[in-house]
């Protein structure tokens, strides 16, 4: 059993690292490298929301209004 097991990991290492590196790019892209905030506003079938989004580098904070005056974050 704990041969199998052994043999698991290493076929998830082999499997599962080479496809993490694989998406790095792809979070870059979503992150910008400059510092910026925004308002926004967003409808569907819920209703209208609006709100603030701040960004830096590597981090990023929403605020979010609903109709019913609840805030979300």
């Known amino acids: 059993m704990?041969?199998?097991l052994g043999?698991?990991?290493l076929i998830f290492a082999l499997v599962?690292?080479?496809?993490?590196?694989a998406a790095e790019p792809a979070l870059d892209v979503l992150d910008a490298q400059v510092s910026y905030?925004?308002?926004?506003?967003m409808t569907g079938p819920r209703g209208a929301y609006t709100?603030?989004?701040w960004h830096a580098p590597g981090?990023?904070?929403r605020d979010v209004v609903?109709?019913?005056?609840?805030?979300?974050s």
């Open 2 to 4: 704990p041969r199998l």
């Open 7 to 9: 043999a698991l990991i």
């Open 16 to 21: 599962a690292v080479p496809m993490a590196r």
């Open 51 to 53: 709100g603030r989004v």
């Open 37 to 41: 905030s925004a308002d926004f506003t």
């Open 59 to 61: 981090s990023e904070r």
């Open 66 to 72: 609903t109709q019913g005056g609840g805030r979300g």
